[in-house]
């Protein structure tokens, strides 16, 4: 039986669109009045699923429920839920008052009720006075409160939120991650929001499920997922990491597998420096020095084809001249409960036999050139497929990855948006 405090409910649900696996097999339980963020990289399964439980996609196998009833047959318009797009979607010959009132019009709503519906709607997302304004008199961010606004007005008992925060700046966005969470606080519905922003959905969020071809690799608080993730995949594309595997692994943790350590919790220090009695250390050479403002990224070459990246605080780094820090030499210390295994051999055998029977398809490519020991038949596999291998030099390449979940550049991207949807 279905459980009665989940507003949401995905039991066994797939979706393929030609060969491409878009969800493969999903269970999901979403909570009465929880932010709930899907994120993934692009072609993860995230926005297919937010249109299966929108009505906008039907499955091909499993069940959707909202509040315990099955609505998987039923049309978008008989679901209690609302989506909010990216593009805001408004319509530019109404004014403000006009566009969040339209959806009671169409219910049959009266003149009096709409009215006062819409203005309470625009009080909650702080757009008192602005009802006689049209969308072209308004930023990107009103914008935004205007169709987040239209679709509360209806107060459904669902909200679906498509990355709808993608088209404004970047300070704007970090104000309305804010903003969308208080909204979400005051009027106690249930969030569902699609990102491939970490920043965004570990802001916001009470949960996050991390997805990946189609699978959801983890689901918990932004917390859990970026302390300690499941996978290396969540690992690397939660956040920034170091994942090491193979002889380095060995060296480092005294194990084998693949172990992750974020870069700031590796303490760069003086060469000599002795370690706590719950710390490991390790001597290496920068290699690279990246200036982030707040802080400063630190490529260190630890010997034996193994690169990690440590973050130093700037004014603690105590250093303006950058090109100081080059072939220094330095010593990493970081405490041994930092350090986590995060093996997923249930996750790679379901990629090798999904993903390599189709034609075409890219699994990910981690090399263990950079992150633990050469391997140079995984090094010539990888490079038949376009991805390069990681070497000392190859920091930009490692951030690609680390953000993208992926190896490859902006035109592998591409191509890998127009072959997977979602």
Not at 376 to 391: D, I, M, N
């Given at each position: 039986?279905?459980?009665?405090?989940?507003?949401?409910?995905?039991?066994?649900?797939?979706?393929?669109?030609?060969?491409?696996?878009?969800?493969?097999?999903?269970?999901?339980?979403?909570?009465?009045?929880?932010f709930f963020a899907m994120l993934g990289p692009s072609g993860s399964g995230k926005t297919t699923v937010l249109?299966?439980?929108?009505?906008?996609?039907?499955?091909?196998?499993?069940?959707?429920?909202?509040?315990?009833?099955?609505?998987?047959?039923?049309?978008?318009?008989?679901?209690?839920?609302?989506?909010?797009?990216?593009?805001?979607?408004?319509?530019?010959?109404?004014?403000?008052?006009?566009?969040?009132?339209?959806?009671?019009?169409?219910?049959?709503?009266?003149?009096?009720?709409?009215?006062?519906?819409?203005?309470?709607?625009?009080?909650?997302?702080?757009?008192?006075?602005?009802?006689?304004?049209?969308?072209?008199?308004?930023?990107?961010?009103?914008?935004?409160?205007?169709?987040?606004?239209?679709?509360?007005?209806?107060?459904?008992?669902?909200?679906?939120?498509?990355?709808?925060?993608?088209?404004?700046?970047?300070?704007?966005?970090?104000?309305?991650?804010?903003?969308?969470?208080?909204?979400?606080?005051?009027?106690?519905?249930?969030?569902?929001?699609?990102?491939?922003?970490?920043?965004?959905?570990?802001?916001?969020?009470?949960?996050?499920?991390?997805?990946?071809?189609?699978?959801?690799?983890?689901?918990?608080?932004?917390?859990?997922?970026?302390?300690?993730?499941?996978?290396?995949?969540?690992?690397?594309?939660?956040?920034?990491?170091?994942?090491?595997?193979?002889?380095?692994?060995?060296?480092?943790?005294?194990?084998?597998?693949?172990?992750?350590?974020?870069?700031?919790?590796?303490?760069?220090?003086?060469?000599?420096?002795?370690?706590?009695?719950?710390?490991?250390?390790?001597?290496?050479?920068?290699?690279?020095?990246?200036?982030?403002?707040?802080?400063?990224?630190?490529?260190?070459?630890?010997?034996?084809?193994?690169?990690?990246?440590?973050?130093?605080?700037?004014?603690?780094?105590?250093?303006?001249?950058?090109?100081?820090?080059?072939?220094?030499?330095?010593?990493?210390?970081?405490?041994?409960?930092?350090?986590?295994?995060?093996?997923?051999?249930?996750?790679?055998?379901?990629?090798?036999?999904?993903?390599?029977?189709?034609?075409?398809?890219?699994?990910?490519?981690?090399?263990?050139?950079?992150?633990?020991?050469?391997?140079?038949?995984?090094?010539?596999?990888?490079?038949?497929?376009?991805?390069?291998?990681?070497?000392?030099?190859?920091?930009?390449?490692?951030?690609?990855?680390?953000?993208?979940?992926?190896?490859?550049?902006?035109?592998?991207?591409?191509?890998?948006?127009?072959?997977?949807?979602?």
């Amino acid at each position: 039986m279905p459980k009665l405090d989940a507003a949401v409910q995905l039991r066994g649900v797939r979706k393929t669109f030609g060969d491409v696996h878009a969800v493969r097999g999903l269970d999901l339980d979403i909570a009465h009045g929880e932010f709930f963020a899907m994120l993934g990289p692009s072609g993860s399964g995230k926005t297919t699923v937010l249109r299966m439980i929108a009505g906008f996609e039907m499955p091909d196998e499993g069940r959707v429920l909202l509040d315990g009833q099955d609505v998987t047959e039923r049309p978008p318009f008989e679901r209690d839920v609302n989506t909010v797009f990216q593009d805001y979607a408004l319509f530019p010959h109404m004014s403000v008052a006009q566009n969040i009132a339209y959806g009671l019009r169409v219910k049959g709503v009266g003149k009096a009720e709409r009215t006062a519906r819409a203005a309470e709607a625009l009080a909650q997302v702080q757009l008192d006075g602005y009802g006689n304004r049209r969308p072209d008199q308004l930023s990107g961010g009103q914008r935004q409160r205007v169709a987040l606004a239209r679709a509360l007005v209806n107060r459904p008992k669902v909200l679906l939120l498509d990355e709808p925060l993608g088209a404004l700046d970047l300070k704007l966005r970090q104000q309305m991650q804010v903003e969308l969470k208080a909204i979400q606080r005051d009027v106690g519905i249930t969030f569902i929001f699609v990102t491939h922003d970490q920043e965004e959905a570990l802001t916001m969020s009470d949960r996050i499920a991390v997805f990946n071809h189609g699978v959801v690799e983890q689901v918990g608080t932004s917390t859990q997922v970026y302390q300690q993730p499941s996978s290396p995949f969540v690992a690397g594309f939660v956040g920034t990491t170091n994942l090491i595997e193979g002889p380095a692994a060995e060296r480092l943790f005294g194990s084998t597998g693949t172990w992750s350590i974020r870069p700031e919790r590796l303490h760069v220090a003086q060469s000599g420096t002795t370690p706590g009695p719950d710390d490991e250390a390790l001597d290496g050479v920068v290699r690279e020095v990246v200036y982030l403002g707040s802080s400063l990224r630190l490529v260190v070459d630890v010997g034996q084809h193994t690169t990690l990246i440590a973050t130093e605080q700037s004014d603690s780094a105590g250093e303006t001249d950058l090109d100081a820090w080059l072939e220094r030499p330095v010593r990493l210390i970081w405490r041994r409960e930092d350090a986590r295994r995060v093996d997923s051999v249930e996750r790679d055998s379901v990629d090798s036999i999904e993903h390599d029977s189709q034609p075409g398809s890219r699994k990910p490519y981690l090399p263990t050139a950079a992150l633990g020991g050469h391997d140079e038949s995984k090094a010539s596999a990888g490079r038949s497929r376009g991805y390069q291998p990681l070497g000392t030099g190859g920091l930009w390449q490692r951030v690609w990855r680390q953000r993208y979940g992926w190896s490859g550049g902006p035109a592998q991207r591409e191509n890998d948006d127009r072959s997977r949807p979602g």
